[in-house]
């Protein structure tokens, strides 16, 4: 048996050093795109969970005439989904109410009952100064405008 590795083909230390190093150079030029990409979905799924609560809230209203209120208020990180005697919590992730720097007990209503306003608004703020404004009209479904987006 020899041990001898003259004419076996392979990579030197070096060769794969210089390999190991650009595949960090690589990876560290992207990642803070996935960091964005990760906040933006958040954002997306939470914005998603408030346009199916607005669409719940006033289909269940209009059948049953009770008042349903989304409630978000400034500084947390969830809104509270209002009906009746029930109250559910949901996440706000990566969202905050615009205008919280000003007062810390600003809170912003949407209901839907008997005295349904003909258009509602809440507006929030996401990473990369992007402005979230969630329209809830009589009539129309739900829908929300962004402002800032940085692609």
């Known amino acids: 048996m020899s041990w001898s590795t003259k004419g076996e083909a ?3 230390l070096l060769e794969t050093a210089a390999v190991l190093l650009l595949v960090v150079l690589l990876a560290s030029l992207i990642f803070p795109h996935f960091d964005l990409a990760y906040c933006k979905w958040q954002e997306n799924t939470a914005l998603l969970q408030i346009l199916r609560d607005l669409k719940e809230a006033e289909s269940e209203a209009a059948g ?40 810390e007990d600003e ?10 306003p003909e258009e509602q608004m809440v507006v929030l703020l996401g990473a990369g100064d992007r402005v979230y404004r969630v329209l809830a009209a009589k ?10 987006e940085d692609g």
């Open 10 to 12: 392979g990579f030197t």
């Open 64 to 103: 049953t005439g009770r008042e349903i209120r989304l409630v978000f208020h400034s500084g947390r990180p969830y809104y509270l989904l209002e009906m009746g005697g029930e109250v559910l919590r949901r996440p706000l992730p990566g969202l905050s109410l615009a205008g919280e720097e000003e007062a």
């Open 107 to 116: 809170k912003t209503v949407i209901k839907f009952g008997k005295e349904t």
């Open 139 to 148: 009539g129309r479904p739900p829908e929300v405008l962004v402002d800032g």
